[in-house]
């Protein structure tokens, strides 16, 4: 019997990150895929507007639920079965979700579907970590990031694809083949470590039930606030009651529980806690971004979906190249320099896109978007391979589900605050150019005497005429609102990003207390 340090995996460890990295690509994608057919869904089914978003709502509901129990999860039923589970429901439920017969059978596939993919991804990263040796921990954490990261990125230009040239279903039926290729490399290639403890014994009910009330109408809060008008609506002001009772509760039950369903203990590791902070930010910037500029690209600027998700490539395209190139400079620069370079340069990013006018054009969009691309990729590598650094491998599943969950929720928030503070900036920014255009403005009355005899051209009379120039006049006048609106929003993420960076010193790199396993010869 021989004694030997040893890292889980790693003779087989390029087969394990192409299993789980099929898992992570097939999940992460299902986050942002439907968007863009939710307009066919509801045609097809026969709903409103309202209706149709608990189609997005249900998935990501789900998964930010399940994603902090994980760790317990894995260490009750082990985690290679948990993972294969949840690959089988991620995939079957896909089916199930194609052959949807009306809306309320949509979201309850689509709740299951999250069930399945917010479990795959956390595991996906645990496993990662584990399986490659210290020095190659920022590329395990590239690789991750192709998924987790591309996958939003790239599902609504893939969604717009299928949905134009197939139909909606096909966005779902997708996933089928994937799935049953990520199970057969799950049984070939997937063990479960010889430190994972399997745990028997009482489940903490009500430290779950907390968890989904709280977590729940949290994210329930955050999807419906924009529509509801925030604390405007009863609805809002119960949901942020139940979410904040929720949350306070879980908290204390976890904290003085025996055998807590989520392991808030591992907040007490400073770098593990700042990382996950610092991750939360990333995922307002990435989410509220991904949110906000193809509605920049389509509703103000005009552009298809599929032109508008062309037109975001760049960004894609750069952290596609960085993820791999961080993971390497990780060793070299270590994570302050690289995360504070990556925070920097994305906030520079945000700041070129705050300086754009109504005549933007593609090149104009290419620099930023290249420089937010890289900076996400750097600081994504460089962030979760810090923020884990210093978890014990027994907690690495539990922690990556806490992490993951963090992101997501505050990529919720992110989400909910771009789209109210471009509302609202709408309307303010239209009130202060309303102001400077009366009969006394000699623009304004130019502009009016031109289009009106341009009008009057096409016929109808000079009262419809002038009637036309000052619709005209109006629409202008919104657009250049709107415009600014979003100018507003990307200076507010610039300012999150660089508040940021104070977080970065908080990080250490270094390795958790390595775990001695047997080897039997």
Not at 336 to 348: D, E, H, N, P, R
Request: hydrophobic share 50%; net charge positive; aromatic share 12%.
């Amino acid at each position: 019997m021989n004694n030997e340090v040893k890292t889980y995996g790693v003779e087989n460890k390029w087969l394990i990150a192409l299993t789980v990295i099929t898992g992570t690509i097939m999940s992460a994608l299902d986050t942002s895929i439907v968007n863009v057919a939710l307009p066919y869904m509801r045609g097809n089914l026969g709903v409103s507007v309202e209706e149709i978003t608990w189609v997005a709502t249900g998935y990501m509901l789900s998964s930010v639920i399940i994603m902090p129990i994980v760790g317990m999860l894995s260490s009750r039923f082990g985690r290679k079965r948990l993972y294969m589970v949840n690959v089988f429901l991620f995939t079957a439920s896909s089916f199930l979700c194609g052959i949807s017969w009306n809306l309320s059978s949509l979201v309850f596939f689509r709740i299951l579907q999250g069930i399945g993919g917010g479990a795959v991804i956390p595991v996906s990263q645990a496993i990662l970590r584990e399986s490659f040796p210290p020095e190659e921990q920022g590329m395990a954490m590239g690789i991750y990031g192709f998924g987790v990261v591309l996958g939003p990125a790239f599902g609504p230009t893939l969604g717009g694809w299928l949905t134009d040239n197939y139909s909606w279903p096909w966005i779902f039926f997708i996933n089928i083949p994937i799935g049953i290729i990520n199970m057969l490399l799950v049984a070939r290639f997937l063990h479960d470590p010889p430190y994972l403890k399997r745990e028997k014994g009482k489940i903490d009910f009500l430290g779950l039930w907390l968890l989904v009330i709280g977590l729940g109408a949290l994210q329930l809060m955050l999807e419906k606030g924009e529509q509801k008008d925030w604390f405007q609506s009863g609805m809002i002001i119960w949901l942020a009651a139940a979410s904040f009772a929720g949350i306070l509760f879980f908290i204390w039950r976890e904290l003085v529980a025996e055998k807590p369903a989520v392991d808030l203990r591992l907040l007490k590791n400073l770098p593990f806690t700042s990382g996950t902070m610092i991750g939360g930010v990333l995922g307002m910037g990435l989410y509220g971004s991904l949110f906000i500029l193809p509605l920049f690209l389509q509703q103000l600027l005009g552009y298809p979906a599929l032109d508008s998700g062309l037109v975001l490539m760049p960004r894609s395209l750069a952290m596609a190249v960085m993820m791999p190139v961080g993971g390497r400079l990780y060793n070299r620069l270590g994570p302050k320099v690289l995360i504070s370079l990556g925070l920097v340069m994305t906030a520079f990013s945000f700041w070129q896109l705050s300086t754009m006018s109504l005549d933007v054009g593609f090149w104009d969009l290419f620099i930023p978007q290249s420089l937010q691309g890289a900076g996400f990729g750097m600081v994504f590598v460089a962030l979760t391979t810090a923020a884990l650094s210093t978890i014990k491998k027994s907690e690495m599943t539990a922690a990556s589900g806490l992490y993951n969950v963090v992101r997501q929720v505050f990529g919720s928030v992110g989400i909910a605050v771009t789209a109210t503070e471009l509302t609202r900036g709408e309307q303010i920014f239209r009130a202060g150019l309303v102001r400077n255009v009366t009969p006394f403005t000699p623009n304004a009355v130019n502009f009016v005497h031109t289009m009106t005899g341009a009008m009057a051209q096409q016929g109808g009379g000079l009262a419809a005429a002038r009637y036309k120039a000052l619709g005209i006049l109006n629409g202008q006048l919104q657009r250049q609102a709107s415009m600014l609106s979003y100018n507003h929003v990307f200076s507010l993420v610039m300012v999150l990003f660089i508040f940021s960076v104070p977080l970065v010193f908080l990080l250490r790199g270094g390795q958790a207390p390595e775990e001695r396993e047997i080897i039997i010869d």
